[in-house]
């Protein structure tokens, strides 16, 4: 017997070696790299990378300019990053849930939520793209709505302004990424039996209760997954500031992967870009270490 | 308690007819089932009268408040659902405390108020124990009990049960057929049962409405719709197995009325003296299978028939006979509760049939002529 699960393990070696290897070289050895040009400094190995990305006060660069506060940004691309989520997670999250709700008896809902999945499927460049004429003070939607309605002081090109350039792309993220929250949502409330909310409806629920009783806690298990992702992709975001505002004006919207590539493709300095890229790395494992906790709590 | 009542009730689904002129009276205290095959618009009827669907046109009364349009939480109603329906993320405790939780200023309750309520119906359905666990932790027979508690623990006016023990085993069903029926004499609520099983049907209801494509054919007792069919298609969806349909025409022998059928002749009537006698001259002799004795012996009225298949089911026996062996093969079953003889397939039998049971329908229109 244990002669037979011996060979079957042999075997299942023998298959994983070239996908293995794979990964090997392609992931896992870049990884090693990164983390070890990190150390290299001109004089050997040391920790001198970290510790001038970190204490760097260049606002382009900075990771945390927290001095003389309260004022606009900027603040640094970490504390950008971190106010990002702060606003980006629950407002995605919670408004696609609420619309996946909401959309659930509308006539036409796949034509909207295919329309609300259009900010994603578009390349994250053109995103920005968008996102900076969003926020045009002549061709703007924002800006002139502004206008309307009185807000004379955020009638302006959000982007060209540092106390309004973080918040325009915050904003604008909210509109790309929320169709992943809702056809997330959307599918995990199709897939509830049609009768949870007919009974809870006889059983006397308003269709406010219905959402915060039954369709918010069944549906945990998407939301958990929304929340992740997002906070990883609110880590992880480039692409969008690149296009939109390239971190400026004076620094009021980098982020940490704008300060690593500035690092990097700038000023050709690959062992802080490298520092910066080990410390957004770390940060990201902590939604997935969330993830992977749950994941196997579930079993 | 209360009664309900449906003033000729449709309602369409785009060009289909789901439920189709339907009125009904269901009275207070009583057990009352729709019975139909799938698709017969009984689910949709018990939704109409929830209130989780609107009718096209008709009224829906419950104690002779117009409820047509009311939301179901507005009817004082309570549903058990096929697959119960109960939160996943709650536990027992708090899915049968839901409803109550809900309207807990309206009824002015106190968390202990809903905790004792809770515990009552609970006992009552012997659920006590299970109170702390979760609807995943459960049996279906469990799950089954604690769907009828949070039904219960309103008091509500009109109990609607949507099939809710066809998720069950056969045994476990058996079990609570009777316990159900039970429960709602004890307790005298107005129950309106929807169910595709006519042996439920006849052991639980006060009164049964049989339905089919969309229509209310008949109302009655189980001994009503069971021995006086109004219609063939009652007669053949009901019974285990159900009526022997057989095909005849009636003919005219100078002034006597010949009943012509595959196998055998009778003078007409058969049994009963029929009111009218249908336009076509067609009939359909409806013959429940255990109103038929077999003989090895001819008999004078006997028919000759021979053995198909003989089916032994412990208590009883059914034979399947083809009664017209020289012509079409016109197949009847008959249910024999004692055999005092062996009988097995290829023999030759007699049928004698008890003619006072047996059912004449219009071949036209199905509706029974007696």
């Known amino acids: ?36 040009i990190s150390f290299e400094t001109p004089s050997g190995f040391g920790l001198s990378n970290y510790y001038s990305v970190i204490t760097q006060t260049s606002p382009t660069k900075a990771l945390v300019l927290l001095n003389d506060m309260p004022r606009p940004p900027p603040w640094g691309a970490l504390i950008h990053n971190l106010v990002w989520t702060a606003i980006h997670l629950p407002t995605t999250t919670f408004l696609g849930l609420v619309l996946a709700y909401l959309l659930r008896r509308v006539y036409g809902r796949s034509i909207v939520k295919s329309i609300m999945f259009i900010g994603m499927v578009i390349p994250m460049v053109v995103g920005g793209l968008i996102i900076r004429f969003m926020f045009d003070k002549f061709i703007g939607i924002v800006p002139n709505l502004c206008g309307l309605i009185g807000l004379t002081w955020l009638d302006k090109s959000w982007t060209s302004y540092p106390d309004t350039a973080l918040l325009a792309l915050i904003i604008g993220s909210v509109w790309l990424w929320t169709g992943f929250s809702l056809t997330i949502h959307a599918a995990a409330i199709d897939s509830l039996p049609k009768t949870y909310i007919e009974a809870a409806k006889i059983d006397g629920a308003s269709d406010w209760q219905i959402f915060w009783k039954i369709i918010v806690p069944s549906v945990r298990a998407a939301t958990l997954t929304v929340i992740v ?23 009021a919207s980098t982020v940490l992967a704008f300060v690593m590539w500035l690092y990097f493709a700038l000023d050709l300095d690959y062992g802080k870009a490298a520092a910066v890229a080990v410390i957004l790395t770390l940060l990201t494992l902590i939604p997935a270490a969330i993830y992977i906790r749950q994941v196997m709590k579930r079993g | 308690m209360a009664s309900v009542r449906l003033e000729s009730v449709v309602k369409r689904f785009g060009k289909v007819v789901a439920v189709n002129n339907v009125s009904l009276e269901i009275r207070d205290k009583e057990f009352f089932i729709l019975l139909g095959p799938s698709g017969c618009g009984k689910t949709t009827t018990l939704r109409l009268i929830a209130g989780l669907e609107y009718p096209d046109s008709g009224r829906i009364y419950i104690d002779d408040r117009d409820v047509t349009f009311l939301e179901p939480k507005d009817r004082d109603i309570a549903m058990v659902f096929q697959n119960y329906a109960l939160y996943p993320h709650m536990t027992v405790f708090q899915n049968i ?78 079990v609570m057929r009777a316990e159900l029926k039970r429960l709602q004499k ?23 409405a049989v339905m089919n494509k969309g229509r209310v054919i008949q109302v009655g007792t189980p001994d009503e719709v069971y021995l006086k069919p109004k219609h063939v298609f009652v007669g053949t969806f009901i019974g285990a197995p159900p009526m022997n349909v057989v095909k005849c025409k009636i003919e005219d022998h100078d002034g006597r009325l010949i009943l012509s059928c595959p196998g055998f002749e009778r003078e007409f009537p058969p049994g009963i003296t029929p009111k009218k006698l249908p336009r076509t001259k067609e ?39 083809n009664i017209n062996p020289e012509g079409e093969e016109t197949i009847i079953k008959a249910k024999l509760p004692k055999l005092t ?8 039998i007699y049928l004698k049939i008890d003619w006072s049971k047996v059912a004449v329908f219009d071949a036209e229109t199905g509706f029974a002529l007696t």
């Open chain 1, 1 to 36: 017997m244990s002669k037979k699960i011996n060979i079957k393990k042999r075997y299942l070696a023998l298959f994983l070696i070239p996908g293995f290897t794979l990964v090997a070289i392609f992931v896992i050895s870049p990884i090693i790299g990164t983390f070890i």
């Open chain 2, 341 to 348: 003889k062996k009988y097995s397939a290829g023999e030759t």
């Open chain 2, 283 to 321: 009939v359909v002799l409806g013959i429940r299978p255990e109103f038929i004795e077999v003989t090895d012996k001819p008999e004078p009225g006997t028919i000759k028939g021979k053995i198909l298949v003989v089916e032994p089911l412990g208590s009883e026996t059914i034979l399947n006979i």
């Open chain 1, 229 to 251: 992702m997002t906070m990883l992709w609110d880590l992880k975001i480039f692409d969008i500031v690149y296009a939109a505002t390239k971190g400026g004006p004076g620094g």
């Open chain 2, 97 to 174: 405390a839901f409803p109550l939780l809900l309207r807990r200023k309206k009824l002015g309750l106190t968390k202990d108020d809903i905790k004792k309520r809770v515990l009552e119906v609970a006992r009552l359905l012997r659920i006590e124990e299970l109170l702390h666990r979760k609807p995943g932790q459960l049996s279906g027979g469990q799950q089954q009990r604690v769907a009828l508690a949070r039904a219960l623990i309103r008091r509500p006016k009109v109990w609607l049960m949507d099939e809710p023990l066809s998720n069950l085993d056969a045994l476990l069903r058996l």
């Open chain 2, 186 to 208: 004890e307790l005298g609520i107005t129950t309106i049962y929807v169910t595709h099983d006519q042996a439920e049907a006849l052991s639980m209801a006060d009164r049964i």
